[in-house]
């Protein structure tokens, strides 16, 4: 059974909420501690509250957002705590995958790290212009990672892997819209490993490059999050 206009309508407005909410966080526009006001955004979406309150609480059930008693609903910080651990699994798994990855990856698979790291440096220039996408110099490093670490023939290393970037995805928006510095040195870092694995190193030295380039994720974002934590800030 299909629902009826009035309540597609009000899917569709929940969803539009959502989306905008959503890539507003995700893209560090709504930095942790923004409160979310639902009369401005319903305001501005031209709706009630009512589709903008479902919307919140879908991000609440994603930990993107939170309730704070007195305040209302807030843009959820990183738990550091939770980051780490993840990040560390991560390390080990990812670096792992690679490792084995080493002797099946082709010159095509390299050629395309190649490229995407190429269309990761092309996005730096938004740095200085003011128009950084975070979101796709994201996507550019996560198919960057997969196209290194994809040819591991333990389906199961590939599958812990896939959980960890789905569980970053969870915890926090992008790391490069919390550290933009990070950006330029992870490219630097990717043409390191490349050519590591281009050069025919030992794959276990692929494996400890994998992980210490994540390992400096790492140490960039505690940094950042013990010299910045969070605070509620009013929306504008």
């Keep these: 059974m299909t629902p009826g206009p009035v309540a597609g309508a009000a899917t569709s407005k929940v ?13 560090g526009q709504y930095t942790p501690g923004y409160r979310l006001v639902l009369g401005a955004l319903a305001k501005e979406l031209g709706s009630s509250s009512v589709p903008v309150r479902e919307a919140v609480r879908r991000l609440e059930a ?17 738990d550091p705590v939770e980051y780490r651990w993840t990040m560390e699994t991560l390390a080990v798994v990812e670096g792992a995958a690679v490792g084995q990855a ?23 220039r938004g740095l200085t212009r003011g128009d950084f996408d975070t979101q796709r110099f994201t996507q550019l490093n996560q198919r960057l ?30 790391v490069f819209s919390m550290v933009p510095e990070r950006t330029r040195r ?26 210490a380039h994540r390992a400096a994720t790492l140490t960039a974002v505690l940094a950042h999050e013990a010299a910045h934590p969070p605070e509620v800030r009013p929306p504008g």
């Design 145 to 174: 990672h997969r196209t290194l670490a994809a040819p591991c023939p333990n389906p199961h290393l590939l599958d812990l892997v896939d959980r960890g970037w789905r569980r970053l995805s969870t915890l926090r928006t992008s």
């Design 15 to 27: 969803e539009t909420a959502y989306e905008l909410i959503r890539e507003r966080i995700l893209s």
């Design 62 to 78: 994603e930990d993107l957002v939170e309730f704070e008693r007195n305040v209302g609903a807030t843009v959820r910080g990183l």
């Design 186 to 211: 992870s490219v630097a870092e990717h043409d390191g490993l490349i050519e590591l694995i281009a050069s025919g190193a030992d794959p276990a030295a692929v494996e400890q490059a994998a992980r």
């Design 102 to 124: 080493v002797p099946l990856l082709t010159a095509d698979d390299l050629q395309e790290a190649r490229r995407l790291n190429e269309l990761m440096r092309a996005e730096l």
